[in-house]
Nanobody, 124 residues
């Protein structure tokens, strides 16, 4: 069983930066993709970024491209999301997730393991 615990969420002003951390406890096993998702009030959960656990395949949502960076430690026990040039529309609850499917056009429903989320609030 895998446990995911996020931290690092905070309230920042537009243009600021945050680094989210997801500590992975337990054996990843066949989980081949890890990702960050976010969900704002009244909106659907959307993928921010994902990274394969068996290679270097990385993908970003269009809104994250060029501003956010996902990374996974070599020991695969910590997942990061560096967020720069934050905008008010980035305000959301950010979740860490893991999937047994290979990264690439995965939906939130393809991820079976989830953390409890960490709140990011960006003010203008």
């Amino acid at each position: 069983q895998v446990q995911l615990v996020e931290s690092g969420g905070d309230s920042v002003q537009a243009g600021g930066s945050l680094r989210l951390t997801c500590v992975v406890s337990g054996f990843l096993g066949s989980r081949s993709c890890m990702g960050w998702f976010r969900q704002a009030p009244g909106k659907e959960r959307e993928e921010v970024a994902s990274i394969s656990t068996f290679g270097s395949e990385i993908s970003y949502g269009d809104f994250a491209q060029g501003r956010f960076t996902i990374s996974l430690t070599a020991t695969k026990d910590t997942l990061y999301l560096q967020m720069d040039s934050l905008k008010p529309e980035d305000t959301a609850l950010y979740y860490c997730a893991a999937s047994t499917k290979w990264c690439g056009r995965l939906l939130a429903s393809d991820f079976g393991d989830w953390g409890q989320g960490t709140q990011v609030t960006v003010s203008s």
